[in-house]
């Protein structure tokens, strides 16, 4: 799978200038405009409405600009990159930003164009083709575009089917991001996983016809040492406590962890951030065979922390402890997982927030102020300590799946913390990686959660 590439034209190219007008401002900038652009606004209905374009022409008939509605500080705040609502409708053409919106505006526009032009189209005979936009002064371009490829890397990686997006082709993806950027990789796989200490890891993905593996990914020399880890689980039957038809329809999205790690790192490792920078993916398929793990097992971890099995669908968390606990081993400056894992998450903040956990108030700060700049909603949730007699049954140290059905994402934020003792700062995010339907630059299918505002938060966090 070749990296996404967002669509930009080349600086200096001819563009139709696009303005931004607020609605405050609609009827001032209407009644210095000629009198066939006021008509025409007042036939169309337009007056500076968020994402509504007004297309001006020249005496041609061509178009010679778009007044782009700004809406209100209000719209903006209920719509992320509502002004780009109505993009695609643009005559196919190449534009750019123009008039007095600040550098901070002119970035966010130009980042949602890049992203309001992503299609999944592998599986699609014609390919989709859109209006283009040459960036305007004022925007750092080599920035936005690795953000945006980043985040289509994890799209595209959602969006596949499992059938082509098993633990192979993403291992195979990986290394072909490390060969981009000239990263190092090594790769455990099937029973080496016992050898080498990742019984989890293998318990999960042996039952599978695909082989369980641990891909471990490193990328530069100097500076703080990070490490994300994400779940790659490529499929999710349930294991024996398989899922009905209902669950099991968006199971190709439960490796979206590793996809959000993968789109992260991209970003990273393409504005050659200072870091020393680590990415750690247990990439399994939990299926169903005569070899699967049961419930009521008893697995020991990479950590030697007996697991009791109490529901095989709660396996995520189990890959992630061994990889975590490896991770552990040699403590970086940060670590941060990320998984799509628990429902209970989506009950709590719905589809539309990543939610994080992490016991560092300045990291929590930063990530959280990331979030508004960048228009990627985070929300910290508790590592609530009293809740810890939940994760610890009867007979073991831990167990996978508390009954009752309350705080599960919480109780599954305990449960990985406890693989992570030696490490001081340890950010987790549930994240559930699916716009359910089409938004502004964001269209029904995978979509990245909280990896822009982790990208912009890390140089804080990390003294960069």
């Known amino acids: 799978m070749p990296l996404p590439e967002p669509i930009f034209a080349r600086v200096?190219?001819?563009a139709i200038p696009i303005v931004l007008v607020k609605k405050a401002v609609a009827d001032t900038w209407l009644a210095a405009q000629r009198p066939a652009?006021?008509?025409w606004a007042r036939q169309t209905g337009w007056s500076g409405q968020l994402g509504n374009p007004l297309i001006l022409q020249a005496a041609d008939g061509s178009v010679s600009g778009v007044a782009l509605g700004y809406g209100t500080g209000a719209d903006r705040a209920r719509k992320r990159f509502g002004v780009l609502a109505n993009i695609a409708t643009l005559p196919k053409a190449t534009y750019t930003l123009t008039g007095d919106a600040t550098d901070r505006e002119k970035t966010a526009f130009t980042l949602g164009w890049a992203l309001s032009q992503y299609h999944f189209d592998r599986y699609k005979s014609k390919a989709v083709d859109g209006p283009k936009l040459v960036p305007p002064s004022g925007v750092d371009v080599p920035r936005?575009?690795?953000?945006?490829?980043?985040e289509a890397l994890t799209r595209d990686l959602i969006n596949t089917p499992s059938s082509d997006m098993g633990p192979d082709e993403l291992e195979a993806v990986t290394r072909a991001l490390a060969d981009v950027h000239g990263?190092?990789?090594t790769v455990t796989k099937g029973d080496a996983l016992l050898s080498?200490?990742?019984p989890m890891i293998h318990a999960v993905g042996r039952a599978s016809t695909r082989a369980p593996r641990l891909i471990d990914m490193s990328w530069g020399m100097a500076g703080p040492a990070l490490t994300l880890v994400g779940k790659g689980v490529c499929f999710d039957t349930g294991g024996l406590n398989i899922k009905p038809a209902s669950s099991m329809g968006?199971?190709?999205k439960d490796m979206g962890g590793a996809a959000h790690?993968?789109?992260l790192a991209q970003m990273i490792m393409a504005t050659k951030m200072p870091v020393r920078l680590r990415v750690l993916i247990p990439a399994v398929e939990n299926s169903i065979d005569g070899n699967a793990f049961r419930p009521q097992d008893v697995l020991t971890s990479r950590k030697g922390l007996t697991v009791e099995i109490n529901n095989t669908d709660a396996e995520g968390?189990?890959?992630?402890a061994d990889a975590l606990a490896l991770a552990d081993e040699s403590p970086p400056d940060l670590m941060i997982c990320m998984a799509t894992l628990t429902g209970a998450a989506r009950v709590a903040v719905g589809p539309d927030i990543a939610p994080y956990y992490t016991d560092d108030p300045l990291v929590s700060h930063a990530i959280t102020q990331a979030g508004q700049d960048v228009l990627d909603p985070v929300w910290q949730m508790p590592f609530h300590d009293p809740y810890e007699a939940m994760i610890e049954p009867d007979i073991a140290d831990l167990d996978n799946a508390p009954k009752g059905g309350f705080a599960g994402s919480i109780t599954a934020a305990l449960f990985l913390r406890r693989f992570v003792t030696q490490t001081a700062r340890f950010v987790h995010f549930d994240c559930y990686g699916w716009q359910p339907a089409s938004a502004p630059t964001r269209p029904k299918g995978g979509v990245g959660q909280g990896t822009r505002a982790l990208f912009d938060a890390l140089p804080k966090v990390l003294n960069l």
């Open 144 to 150: 936005t575009s690795a953000v945006a490829t980043g």
């Open 250 to 252: 968006l199971m190709k």
């Open 183 to 185: 990263a190092r990789i």
């Open 261 to 263: 790690v993968l789109g």
């Open 37 to 39: 652009v006021q008509t």
């Open 317 to 320: 968390r189990l890959v992630l």
């Open 196 to 198: 080498q200490n990742f």
């Open 12 to 14: 200096g190219e001819p």
